[in-house]
């Protein structure tokens, strides 16, 4: 849209929903300009979005298109922008994010509201920006702001940027009078009009600024390649302004092309189709006012956290007073610890606690519209809260579990509503962990299961639908993967050697390390309820069990796996961890030999892949996207590797069945051999 404001022409994006530059945004842009630029009446331009978006950027799904390479491309309109006879000023509302930064930073001026979110979030798909912003950021904004806004993604808001000098002025309201103003000030002033291209920099504060930079990556980024990406960019914008563009234009379509970037705009997708419930079950979600959470323990405060941000109403229910108290202390902490780094304000934090109800009433259940029971992971104390519950919530309530293994069915069959009945997954801790796993019972209605996903989205968490089987999708493949972990340890594997290979792919953490954090009992008394039904004939290392049977439960004993001081863990196994495990393997009669990196990171992998083409073919699993979405966000698996699914499509597929097969004999009876064509066709 074209429209006059005196001798100012304001040019308005309008490409619904968040103005990205898809090609028709771009032509209409570089139009609109032209014919501003020709008319000898005007004297200035502003660009501007609307409330929710001056522009999110490049649309993702374009990339790698024939539609990406209509002209004008993005650099060819910021280039036209940039060397206006008129002034142009961009007037920042709402999110103004990756090419739209970049759009804005090639105006002359840039005007915002105090609540407007710029950022450049290139990093999240692999990617550095493309379009001039790591040029013109640096001139502007200086190298550190620069660089944290290029390296984190994170936006931030134009009154935080107010000092910053890439904004000349931040206003709090009339965003539009500010911009207009701006641009017959620059009017008025005439030619050369302000231009990042014309400001310079030292080249050897560059230099040094980038050398310290790349000295404090962390192992992980070190496996990004958008990460050294990003700096030599930087480095380019020591030297000729061409010669930087073309070298971050360079960088950007390597990284486009590149493995990384093509998994984590895969996990870009594949996060938007998961929070999706497949056609069968989609219905409408039942209205929720009021959460009421049994259980105040870390979980349940967790939960209680994420719904009283969510602007609901909570019923925080205990036992006794004492647990209560405990439990209402962890909200209030979590609060005040907000409020301390200035993260949220006063108000806010006290508007959220005036909506908790802490109680050990059981009859208060009758005012909720869900129920979400958080206690511990036992089924005869499931059993006995849902009796509970479904004897004072109102009909028409939706009850859930928070249950990591149990059978939801099973906890279903202690009301006498098991339609009503669905598991919600939280992973710990449920303030943070943005995956909800979503269970689907055997009698669970349509309209419960889109309630789950629908409070998944109001907590702003990642809801998975899966089906009810034992760890649902996310435990049942990692169990997988730490048996096959556990099976290399008697082969010949150190826990050290497994741990370091798996986080050299760039896992968070090793399983042996996530053991120990998490503690190693929770593991052994499962294994303990478990034991009646094992086959004898299955392979099954009991190194974990022996370790907890001496005392050695992980960190919080001060030994697992590994030993721990106060100030760091021992990164080596010590004698008594040795000497178990060697005993493992004779017992075996397996003759020990070391396993290389790639070995390892191959088998866990395997492992991973041929449970998720089970859960798949069983129905657990809706989509195999999900699957990789869940291991994600819930199990550290590294999102610029996409997925053990997105992994296995890019191997070859006779090597990879080939594989699954020699790990089918290594761990003997019981491994059932997935039909991988369910994820590969």
Known sequence: MYELHGTIAVITLNHPPVNSLGAALRQHLAAAVRQAESDPAITGIVLVGHAKAFSAGADVSEFGTPLQRVEPMIGQLLAQIEACQKPVVAALSGVALGGGLELALACHGRVALETAKLGLPEINLGLIPGAGGTQ???????????????????????????????????????????????????????????????????????????????????????????????????????????????????????????????????????????????????????????????????????????????????????????ALKRGQQRVTEHYQNRVQAGKMKATMAAAAEARLLPSTDWAQLAAADLVIEAVFEDLAVKHEVFRKIDAHA??????????????????????????????????????????????????????????????????????????????????????????????????????????????????????????????????WRMRKAQAATRDPRERYVAILDQLCEQGRLGRKTGAGYYTYTEVRQVKTTDATVRDLITQASARRGIPRRALTAPEIQRRALLAMVNEAALLLSEGVASRASDIDVVLVQGYGFPRWEGGPVFWARQQDRAALTQDLHTLAAQAGHGFVLADLSVLLD
């Open 136 to 322: 013109r950021l640096p001139r502007l904004a200086g190298l550190a702001t620069a660089l944290t806004m290029i390296q984190s993604g994170a936006p931030q808001t134009g009154q935080q940027l107010a000092e910053s000098g890439l904004l000349d002025q931040v206003v709090a309201d009339d965003l539009l009078s500010a911009a207009l103003q701006r641009a017959a000030d620059l009017a008025s002033l005439g030619a050369p009009f302000p231009k990042a291209c014309d400001r310079s920099l030292d080249p050897e504060q560059v230099q040094q600024f980038v050398r310290e930079q790349a000295a404090k990556l962390t192992p992980r980024q070190r496996l990004q390649h958008a990460y050294a990406a990003q700096l030599e960019a930087l480095s380019a914008a020591a030297g000729d302004w061409q010669a930087g563009l073309r070298r971050e234009r360079e960088l950007f379509l390597q990284l486009q092309s590149s493995s990384q970037s093509q998994a984590l705009r895969y996990q870009f997708f594949a996060e938007r189709e998961a929070g999706k419930l497949p056609l069968a079950w989609q219905a409408e979600p039942r209205t929720v006012h009021t959460v009421a959470i049994i259980g105040a323990g870390t979980m349940g405060a967790g939960i209680a956290i994420c719904a009283l941000d969510a602007g609901l109403r909570v019923i925080l229910l205990e036992q006794d007073d004492a």
């Open 394 to 523: 109102r009909p028409g309530a939706v009850l859930a579990t928070n249950t990591s293994y149990l059978d939801v069915d099973a906890i279903a069959s202690a009301t006498q509503r098991p339609q009503d009945v669905l598991g919600l997954h939280f992973f710990s801790p449920a303030n943070v962990m943005k995956l909800l796993e979503v269970v689907r019972g055997r009698q669970t209605s349509a309209d419960v299961l889109a309630t789950g996903m629908a409070l998944g989205k109001k907590l702003r968490k990642l809801p998975v639908l899966t089906g009810n089987a034992f760890g649902f999708i996310g435990n049942r493949i990692y169990n997988a993967y730490r048996r096959q972990c556990e099976f290399m340890l008697e082969d010949g594997a150190w826990p050290e050697d497994v741990d370091g290979a798996l986080q050299a792919f760039g896992l968070a953490m090793g399983p042996f390390a996530v053991a120990d954090l998490s503690g190693l009992d929770i593991a």
